[in-house]
């Protein structure tokens, strides 16, 4: 029963396979339009205005690792991003403190959001859905439904005007978000834990974790990792709009579960979460190019997002059976997991109310 | 009224399944009669699991067989489902069944699934049931909720789904064959007499029993005739008469007979010495659900036993004492430490240096999805926290070390927790808390659903911590191994205790009597006269 080798070639292009396919959109792309898309001013919009999206899409990542949905998220960049405008335009605050302010309130919405979901036990789904709406609200509310802009200079400067290697700083903002997502997932114990209350909530329980506690910290750092994108957000453009924020919910899923399937696949990781943000602007940037419609946008993160979840699926089912081909006398264990977890047999509906455990989302059958 | 008809209801011959280079099932042959309940046992990795999923068609690559069954012959491999079709139903481990339906919706879950009706009367399904369950002597409601039910009569809804299974099987005209696949493995021992009465109404009734299980006693009591299987090959088929419970421990362990195996732990005369500065449990007043006022005090060194019957409570007072569900009243004193248990949670526990193994393995103590080192290495992740990060390879190789001393198989840290067998996990669950040298360590059924071999194993390794100092209290249903391992036994009925058993007075007789007895002294008199006359 010796293991045998892991990292074959199968293994290399599961674990790749986001980022071959990137390169290979970029390679398309630049074919076809050859004089607008292979161009470094194309290449560093691309990359650097993307940063609120990647921040917001790490944020996300933490309580779906501890098996939560966080669907007001994208509610709370928006309302972060509103604070810091009123704050600093209407009021002529500081905007250092008014980002300030804004980050503290989306870690109070996230605490909310924890301690009604976790403390009465109340489906995150619903309730952060819910608690996204509400944060809508507000949003309209103190902005009369308007946008605000003429954010003061000093957030701009530092958030696209300053450069680095001829990028904006807020491309290195979401690299170092990434590295600190990827060092505490990694390499300290809390993040482990995060992961054992993702996968197995009552385990992690009997084994002396504070679950609870766990959860909402991770909703809590949702909220305010949503709120610090908020501020990358109106750094951006220089003005906070009341709606705009709320069509980066789907992409940031989109991430996020595409990220399941490459780098460590079969985890929500940060850089995965990364590599998959470029990858969906890519494609976007380079349909623009091309002169499609709008509507296209909406197609295409939609699309990408159900198909990561089936990628995510698959790389997850795969990954089992591969596993298992390592231990020839014991297949019935590998189907023991499955239904561990829930699926096929109908019994196993029994324990598919479960939370989204890294690409479990279909819960992929025992065999 | 077994049928008149000859020759094998279902034969299987000459099987043999390759898994890459090495054969998980070599020439093996397995046969089931009209009214024959069949044994199928063996340790894990013995090739039982890959038989079952031969005929379930989970196998369909480098498969070599005959199979038989009346009318029917094949040689080609068999598509998933393909044989229920051909009259074989099968029922799990893990049951199939829905705790949020009702009895009903639960029996009638296949049909959805086969069926394309239009219509469901449910008055007339509802009747049909209590037939069903008047016919096997079950006594059932079809409208209760399922979870409401005690998980033997959940096994029993389950059998009975099997059996419905069979009746409408088109392409067969026999009375079929049932496959249950260590399916008792997470009912209490006393529950499961319900089962085997189940079980031999089906088999009068002319249908085969293929039952898969690793209790011998069992498979002694229900079973007509026993296949043994030992790495791949059959090293017995031959009727229970002609074996006794040495012979069959002995065939599964060695492939032969007589050779003498020990199945359950052996007494201990003396005891290990305390070790100094060690303190003991002392648990007082301790009330919740039908617990009632029970106390026990585990000496440092000293291995508790706690059990009773089904129903009488006592897996709880573990339960309570680590806080996995909070007691109503009573203390706990560790080391002159007062707590109150209706505080009590996992994580204190923990750090009080008492530590708990679960009975539900798979819900409760592993995650299967993560590696061993993930689930193993948990406790003790700060260790290899330094300098601001965790040391991945070290905490790897710590593992590696971890795994090779509790002798889990395979020692692979990033193989994941999943794929090992049962006793490997519960091996691996066991390492994963005595590594970090408890005081106190709490066990609730640690060998259920766990073979010969590794049970000897944990045994073991409990009398390994118990010899380094930690006070062990081992909750168990197994009268047998609670006898063997324990220097007292606690015996709960009806939610108190009903007697304290010192060492040189513990027997399984002793236990038996006083967890039905106990019951005597209560109330319902009948209920224990009942229940003795079983015995």
Same mark, same amino acid.
């Given at each position: 029963?010796?293991?045998?080798?892991?990292?074959?070639?199968?293994?290399?292009?599961?674990?790749?396979?986001?980022?071959?396919?990137?390169?290979?959109?970029?390679?398309?792309?630049?074919?076809?339009?050859?004089?607008?898309?292979?161009?470094?001013?194309?290449?560093?919009?691309?990359?650097?205005?993307?940063?609120?999206?990647?921040?917001?899409?790490?944020?996300?990542?933490?309580?779906?690792?501890?098996?939560?949905?966080?669907?007001?998220?994208?509610?709370?960049?928006?309302?972060?991003?509103?604070?810091?405008?009123?704050?600093?335009?209407?009021?002529?605050?500081?905007?250092?403190?008014?980002?300030?302010?804004?980050?503290?309130?989306?870690?109070?919405?996230?605490?909310?959001?924890?301690?009604?979901?976790?403390?009465?036990?109340?489906?995150?789904?619903?309730?952060?859905?819910?608690?996204?709406?509400?944060?809508?609200?507000?949003?309209?509310?103190?902005?009369?439904?308007?946008?605000?802009?003429?954010?003061?200079?000093?957030?701009?400067?530092?958030?696209?005007?300053?450069?680095?290697?001829?990028?904006?700083?807020?491309?290195?903002?979401?690299?170092?978000?990434?590295?600190?997502?990827?060092?505490?997932?990694?390499?300290?114990?809390?993040?482990?834990?995060?992961?054992?209350?993702?996968?197995?909530?009552?385990?992690?329980?009997?084994?002396?974790?504070?679950?609870?506690?766990?959860?909402?910290?991770?909703?809590?750092?949702?909220?305010?990792?949503?709120?610090?994108?908020?501020?990358?957000?109106?750094?951006?453009?220089?003005?906070?709009?009341?709606?705009?924020?709320?069509?980066?919910?789907?992409?940031?899923?989109?991430?996020?579960?595409?990220?399941?399937?490459?780098?460590?696949?079969?985890?929500?990781?940060?850089?995965?979460?990364?590599?998959?943000?470029?990858?969906?602007?890519?494609?976007?940037?380079?349909?623009?190019?091309?002169?499609?419609?709008?509507?296209?946008?909406?197609?295409?993160?939609?699309?990408?997002?159900?198909?990561?979840?089936?990628?995510?699926?698959?790389?997850?089912?795969?990954?089992?059976?591969?596993?298992?081909?390592?231990?020839?006398?014991?297949?019935?264990?590998?189907?023991?997991?499955?239904?561990?977890?829930?699926?096929?047999?109908?019994?196993?509906?029994?324990?598919?109310?479960?939370?989204?455990?890294?690409?479990?989302?279909?819960?992929?059958?025992?065999? | 009224?077994?049928?008149?008809?000859?020759?094998?209801?279902?034969?299987?011959?000459?099987?043999?399944?390759?898994?890459?280079?090495?054969?998980?099932?070599?020439?093996?042959?397995?046969?089931?009669?009209?009214?024959?309940?069949?044994?199928?046992?063996?340790?894990?990795?013995?090739?039982?699991?890959?038989?079952?999923?031969?005929?379930?068609?989970?196998?369909?690559?480098?498969?070599?067989?005959?199979?038989?069954?009346?009318?029917?012959?094949?040689?080609?491999?068999?598509?998933?489902?393909?044989?229920?079709?051909?009259?074989?139903?099968?029922?799990?481990?893990?049951?199939?069944?829905?705790?949020?339906?009702?009895?009903?919706?639960?029996?009638?879950?296949?049909?959805?699934?086969?069926?394309?009706?239009?219509?469901?009367?449910?008055?007339?399904?509802?009747?049909?049931?209590?037939?069903?369950?008047?016919?096997?002597?079950?006594?059932?409601?079809?409208?209760?909720?399922?979870?409401?039910?005690?998980?033997?009569?959940?096994?029993?809804?389950?059998?009975?789904?099997?059996?419905?299974?069979?009746?409408?099987?088109?392409?067969?005209?026999?009375?079929?064959?049932?496959?249950?696949?260590?399916?008792?493995?997470?009912?209490?021992?006393?529950?499961?007499?319900?089962?085997?009465?189940?079980?031999?109404?089906?088999?009068?009734?002319?249908?085969?029993?293929?039952?898969?299980?690793?209790?011998?006693?069992?498979?002694?009591?229900?079973?007509?005739?026993?296949?043994?299987?030992?790495?791949?090959?059959?090293?017995?088929?031959?009727?229970?008469?002609?074996?006794?419970?040495?012979?069959?421990?002995?065939?599964?362990?060695?492939?032969?007979?007589?050779?003498?195996?020990?199945?359950?732990? #052996? %007494? !201990?005369?003396?005891?290990?010495?305390?070790?100094? $500065?060690?303190? *003991?449990?002392?648990? /007082?007043?301790? @009330?919740? &659900?039908?617990?009632?006022?029970?106390?026990?005090?585990?000496?440092?060194?000293?291995?508790?036993?706690?059990?009773?019957?089904?129903?009488?409570?006592?897996?709880?007072?573990?339960?309570?004492?680590?806080? #996995? %569900? !909070?007691?109503?009243?009573?203390?706990?004193?560790? $080391?002159?430490? *007062?707590?109150?248990? /209706?505080?009590? @949670?996992? &994580?204190?526990?923990?750090?009080?240096?008492?530590?708990?193994?679960?009975?539900?393995?798979?819900?409760?103590?592993?995650?299967?999805?993560?590696?061993?080192?993930?689930?193993?290495?948990?406790?003790?992740?700060?260790?290899?926290?330094?300098?601001?990060?965790?040391?991945?390879?070290?905490?790897?190789?710590?593992?590696?070390?971890?795994?090779?001393?509790?002798?889990?198989?395979?020692?692979?840290?990033?193989?994941?927790?999943?794929?090992?067998?049962?006793?490997?996990?519960?091996?691996?669950?066991?390492?994963?808390?005595?590594?970090?040298?408890?005081?106190?360590?709490?066990?609730?059924?640690?060998?259920?659903?766990?073979?010969?071999?590794?049970?000897?194993?944990?045994?073991?390794?409990?009398?390994?911590?118990?010899?380094?100092?930690?006070?062990?209290?081992?909750?168990?249903?197994?009268?047998?191994?609670?006898?063997?391992?324990?220097?007292?036994?606690?015996?709960?009925?009806?939610?108190?205790?009903?007697?304290?058993?010192?060492?040189?007075?513990?027997?399984?007789?002793?236990?038996?009597?006083?967890?039905?007895?106990?019951?005597?002294?209560?109330?319902?008199?009948?209920?224990?006269?009942?229940?003795?006359?079983?015995?």
């Amino acid at each position: 029963m010796s293991a045998a080798p892991r990292r074959t070639q199968d293994g290399f292009v599961r674990r790749y396979g986001v980022i071959i396919v990137w390169v290979i959109v970029i390679i398309v792309f630049s074919l076809l339009r050859p004089k607008t898309f292979p161009t470094a001013s194309n290449f560093e919009t691309l990359l650097a205005s993307q940063a609120p999206l990647g921040i917001l899409s790490l944020g996300l990542l933490i309580p779906l690792s501890a098996g939560d949905y966080d669907l007001s998220v994208a509610s709370v960049l928006t309302l972060s991003g509103m604070i810091v405008a009123i704050l600093n335009v209407n009021h002529g605050m500081n905007v250092w403190l008014a980002a300030l302010i804004a980050v503290v309130v989306g870690a109070a919405i996230g605490l909310l959001n924890g301690i009604i979901c976790v403390g009465a036990g109340i489906d995150p789904f619903i309730v952060t859905l819910g608690m996204g709406t509400v944060v809508n609200g507000v949003t309209l509310w103190i902005s009369n439904s308007t946008p605000v802009s003429g954010i003061s200079q000093p957030l701009i400067n530092m958030v696209v005007v300053h450069r680095l290697g001829g990028l904006s700083l807020e491309f290195f903002y979401l690299l170092i978000a990434a590295a600190i997502v990827w060092y505490i997932f990694e390499y300290t114990p809390a993040g482990r834990r995060i992961l054992v209350v993702g996968r197995g909530r009552e385990v992690a329980r009997l084994s002396g974790m504070r679950v609870k506690r766990i959860r909402i910290l991770a909703f809590v750092a949702a909220g305010a990792v949503g709120a610090l994108a908020g501020v990358v957000y109106v750094g951006t453009s220089g003005s906070a709009d009341p709606t705009a924020g709320t069509t980066l919910l789907l992409p940031a899923f989109a991430a996020v579960f595409l990220g399941s399937t490459t780098i460590s696949p079969g985890r929500f990781n940060a850089w995965g979460t990364l590599v998959a943000v470029y990858f969906l602007t890519t494609g976007i940037s380079g349909l623009a190019l091309l002169g499609v419609q709008t509507f296209v946008q909406q197609l295409f993160y939609g699309g990408a997002l159900v198909i990561a979840v089936l990628l995510s699926g698959i790389t997850r089912r795969n990954k089992r059976r591969k596993d298992a081909s390592q231990l020839p006398m014991e297949p019935q264990q590998l189907g023991d997991a499955g239904k561990a977890e829930g699926s096929g047999t109908p019994g196993q509906a029994v324990a598919s109310q479960s939370p989204p455990a890294g690409g479990a989302v279909l819960g992929t059958g025992g065999e | 009224m077994t049928q008149a008809s000859s020759g094998p209801l279902l034969s299987i011959r000459n099987l043999t399944k390759y898994f890459g280079a090495s054969a998980a099932l070599d020439d093996v042959s397995l046969s089931v009669g009209y009214g024959e309940i069949r044994g199928l046992v063996g340790q894990n990795g013995s090739g039982k699991s890959t038989l079952i999923k031969c005929l379930a068609g989970y196998h369909s690559q480098d498969l070599e067989w005959h199979l038989e069954l009346p009318g029917k012959e094949l040689t080609r491999a068999l598509h998933p489902g393909e044989i229920t079709a051909f009259g074989v139903a099968f029922v799990h481990q893990d049951l199939g069944v829905l705790g949020d339906l009702s009895v009903l919706e639960n029996l009638l879950l296949t049909e959805f699934s086969n069926d394309h009706r239009r219509y469901i009367g449910w008055r007339k399904e509802r009747a049909k049931a209590r037939e069903i369950f008047k016919q096997f002597g079950l006594d059932l409601d079809p409208a209760a909720k399922l979870s409401t039910l005690r998980p033997v009569e959940q096994a029993q809804v389950a059998i009975v789904r099997a059996v419905l299974q069979l009746r409408s099987a088109k392409q067969a005209d026999h009375p079929g064959v049932l496959v249950l696949d260590e399916a008792t493995t997470f009912l209490d021992r006393a529950g499961r007499e319900g089962m085997y009465d189940l079980l031999r109404a089906v088999a009068s009734e002319g249908s085969g029993v293929i039952f898969v299980s690793h209790d011998i006693n069992e498979v002694l009591k229900v079973c007509d005739a026993v296949t043994v299987l030992r790495d791949g090959r059959v090293v017995a088929d031959a009727p229970v008469s002609e074996l006794t419970h040495d012979d069959l421990v002995s065939l599964i362990v060695t492939g032969k007979r007589g050779v003498e195996v020990i199945s359950r732990p #052996a %007494r !201990r005369e003396t005891l290990p010495a305390a070790a100094t $500065g060690k303190t *003991s449990l002392e648990v /007082e007043g301790l @009330s919740g &659900d039908l617990l009632n006022d029970v106390s026990l005090t585990v000496r440092p060194g000293e291995i508790v036993g706690v059990t009773g019957i089904v129903g009488s409570g006592w897996e709880l007072v573990v339960e309570y004492l680590c806080g #996995a %569900r !909070r007691a109503e009243s009573g203390t706990c004193r560790l $080391g002159g430490k *007062s707590i109150d248990l /209706e505080a009590m @949670s996992p &994580d204190k526990a923990l750090a009080l240096s008492m530590v708990y193994v679960p009975s539900d393995r798979l819900r409760e103590a592993i995650v299967p999805d993560l590696s061993l080192r993930e689930n193993v290495m948990q406790p003790v992740l700060e260790n290899a926290f330094e300098k601001g990060r965790l040391r991945l390879r070290r905490l790897t190789n710590a593992c590696k070390d971890v795994l090779e001393h509790y002798a889990v198989v395979p020692a692979e840290p990033a193989m994941p927790m999943g794929l090992l067998s049962g006793g490997n996990q519960q091996k691996a669950v066991l390492a994963k808390w005595l590594q970090t040298d408890p005081l106190y360590v709490l066990l609730n059924e640690p060998t259920q659903g766990v073979d010969i071999g590794a049970r000897q194993r944990i045994y073991e390794l409990v009398r390994g911590a118990a010899a380094r100092g930690a006070a062990v209290v081992y909750a168990s249903a197994d009268w047998e191994e609670v006898a063997g391992i324990s220097d007292r036994v606690v015996v709960i009925s009806e939610g108190r205790v009903a007697e304290r058993i010192e060492s040189a007075d513990i027997s399984v007789d002793a236990i038996a009597q006083a967890a039905y007895l106990g019951m005597r002294r209560s109330a319902d008199l009948s209920k224990a006269a009942a229940l003795l006359e079983d015995l």
